[in-house]
C-alpha cells in the first residue's frame, strides 16, 4: 500500500515547507490539497536517515501497536461490516496516518518539542461511512501537527488520536482466551465524529494477529528495504453505536485492523493497488493485495494471506490467485474515473471460487486524494460447498486528480 503512503509524504512535505515552525493551532485543509501530480513528481524522496524495513524482525506487543518515528510512514486502519438494531447494514473505515518530515537524526528532529507546535511528525485521519441499504456513503479528513496535544500516539496505555478522533485501549470485556496473549491492549474503543456521521465502537479479536508476507516483513518492489512491516487482526467482534443521518444506531458485527509502518515507495513502474480483506462466513479469513504495473499487470510482488477458523495462516504467492474484473464504475466526483467494483477471484490450490461484489459503486473516498474504499459481499463455493461473506476493498491509482476541493 505504498502510493497511498507516497501520496500521505507529499501532502505531508507540502504542509512541512510552508507550516513546520508555525505556531497558529489551526491547519487549514483547504490549502493542502493537492494533485496526485505532486506525489509522481516526488517519488524520488529522499529516505536517508530513516529506518528502513529491510530484515525479518521479532514483534513486540504492546510495543509495536504505538508509533515507529524512525520511519518516515505508518498506519492505524481499521475497517468493518456491521448490522444495525434497526435492521439495516452499514460499512465504515478509519484510518489515521503518521508522517514524519524529517529524519529521526535531523537536525529539525532534535529540536521538536511535542509539547509546544514546534514537530517534525504529521498526522491525517481518513474517516468514511456507507449506510448499504440506502446506498449513502460520505467520507471526511482531518490533519494535524503531531504537537501540543493535537495528534500523536503511544503504546502505553495504546492511545492513537487526531484531536477528537481516537483509537484506544478499552475497558476489558469478554475476550476470547489468549486471542491476544501477553498483550493488554485490547479491546479497543474506536471514538470518531463529524457533523454528519460518528462511531463509538468497542473491537475485540477473536483471533492472535498474523504477520504479512515473511513473518511479518511485506515486500512491496525489488530491493532491500523497499518492504513494510505489517502485521492484521483479521476478525474483530464489534460493538457499540453509530450515528447517521442524525440517526443514532446500536450496532454490533465484524471489523479487520491493518498496522503498517515503512520508509519506503511503489517501484516506478507501479501504479497502485487493489487491496481485499474479506471475512468468510465459514469463520476463515482472505487478504489479497494485487499490485498493478504501469501496463495493468499485476506485480510479482502482489501477495496475500489465507487465515484458518483457528488463527493459523497460509502465504498466498500472486500465482496462486486469478482475478479477473467483472463489472467496472464510474467517479461522479469527476465523471472520468473508472474503477472496478465487481471481481472473480479463483484460489485453485485452495479450491476456492466466489465473486467479490460491491454492495453499491459509489464507495469513493472525496479526501484530499481520492480513492475507492468499499464494503463489498462474498458469495461462491469451498470446493462443494456454498461460499458467503463480508469484507471491504481498496482500490488506489484509479483516479488521476485531488478531490473537488479547493486546490491551493
Excluded: C
Aim: glycine content about 10%; overall charge negative; charged content about 25%.
Amino acid at each position: 500500500m505504498n502510493r497511498l503512503l507516497l501520496i500521505l509524504l507529499a501532502i505531508a512535505l507540502l504542509l512541512g515547507l510552508g507550516a513546520y515552525w508555525l505556531s497558529e493551532p489551526a491547519v487549514d485543509e483547504a490549502s493542502i490539497r493537492t494533485t496526485t501530480a505532486v506525489a509522481e513528481a516526488m517519488g524520488s524522496t529522499d529516505t536517508t536517515g530513516y529506518d528502513r524495513a529491510d530484515r525479518v524482525i521479532d514483534f513486540s506487543f504492546p510495543d509495536d501497536h504505538g508509533p515507529h518515528p524512525g520511519f518516515q510512514t505508518e498506519w492505524w486502519y481499521l475497517t468493518g461490516n456491521l448490522d444495525g438494531d434497526d435492521g439495516e447494514h452499514y460499512g465504515f473505515k478509519f484510518t489515521i496516518f503518521r508522517s514524519a518530515l524529517t529524519p529521526p537524526d535531523s537536525a529539525d528532529a532534535e529540536h521538536a518539542d511535542p509539547e509546544d507546535w514546534r514537530t517534525n511528525q504529521f498526522y491525517m485521519g481518513h474517516f468514511g461511512m456507507s449506510h448499504i441499504d440506502r446506498a449513502w456513503h460520505l467520507s471526511t479528513e482531518r490533519f494535524a501537527r503531531g504537537g501540543a496535544g493535537l495528534a500523536g500516539a503511544q503504546a502505553e496505555p495504546f492511545r492513537v488520536w487526531l484531536d477528537d478522533w481516537q483509537i484506544a485501549s478499552a475497558e476489558p470485556i469478554d475476550q476470547t482466551p489468549d486471542a491476544t496473549p501477553d498483550d493488554s491492549t485490547f479491546p479497543l474503543h474506536l471514538d470518531v465524529s463529524d457533523e454528519e456521521m460518528a462511531i463509538d465502537l468497542t473491537v475485540t479479536p477473536r483471533k492472535p494477529p498474523v504477520f504479512q508476507g515473511d513473518r511479518g516483513l511485506s515486500q512491496k518492489g525489488p530491493g532491500s528495504g523497499n518492504a513494510s512491516y505489517y502485521y492484521s487482526y483479521t476478525r474483530l467482534d464489534t460493538e457499540g453505536q453509530i450515528m447517521i443521518e442524525g440517526d443514532t444506531v446500536a450496532v454490533s458485527g465484524q471489523s479487520w485492523m491493518d498496522r503498517e509502518w515503512s520508509t519506503s515507495a511503489l517501484a516506478e513502474d507501479q501504479e497502485g493497488w487493489d487491496w481485499f480483506s474479506l471475512q468468510f462466513d465459514d469463520g476463515r479469513e482472505l487478504m489479497y493485495y494485487q499490485l498493478r504495473n504501469d501496463d495493468g499487470t499485476p506485480s510479482t510482488y502482489s501477495k496475500g494471506i489465507l487465515v484458518e477458523e483457528d488463527g493459523s495462516s497460509t502465504l498466498i504467492e500472486r500465482e496462486d490467485v486469478e482475478l479477473e474484473v467483472t463489472d467496472t464504475w464510474t467517479s461522479t466526483i469527476d465523471n472520468e474515473s473508472e474503477y472496478p467494483v465487481a471481481w472473480r477471484m479463483r484460489l485453485p490450490e485452495y479450491d476456492l471460487d466466489f465473486a467479490v461484489e460491491s454492495y453499491f459503486p459509489g464507495q469513493e473516498m472525496d479526501v484530499s486524494v481520492r480513492y475507492w474504499e468499499g464494503a463489498v459481499r462474498i458469495d461462491g463455493t469451498s470446493g462443494e460447498a456454498p461460499l458467503s461473506g463480508r469484507g471491504y476493498v481498496e482500490l488506489t491509482g484509479y483516479a488521476d486528480g485531488a478531490s473537488a476541493g479547493p486546490v491551493s
